[in-house]
């Protein structure tokens, strides 16, 4: 069991490795990494996310974002607007740049991602969104 259980492990890193690694040659025209294309699929996901919501999410210092977050206003590909009822909270949105970068990026990662979802019966995708649900929400 402990066997099968690593190489789970190694197929969920390997299949994450792979899937960022896709859009590598975008994020290089850009002179971004992987660290900037989380925050990206955040931001986009999550429209108007605050930056201690991307924290949480995240699970990084406030320091790592904070350079990730100087890098995409380097690039202008993020806005910030003051939250209407409390000026200490700032919102973190995609510009028109930042939503075409998205683009980009999850047209490239959506390729595996499809053809490994139509080459599965309907019960397989959903045994295996199940189990990622599960690993995700476990409390450990």
Known sequence: KDEQIKVFIENIFIGYRETFSDAKKVLDNYSIGVAHQKVILLISLHKGITISELLKKL???????????????????????????DSRLKHVYLNDKGIKLFNEVFNIQKKRIYNALVNSSSKEVINFNNILNKIINEKI
């Open 59 to 85: 699970k990084i210092t406030k320091q790592s974002l904070n350079r990730v977050l100087k890098d995409l206003i380097k690039i202008e590909v993020i806005d910030f607007k003051k939250d209407k009822k």
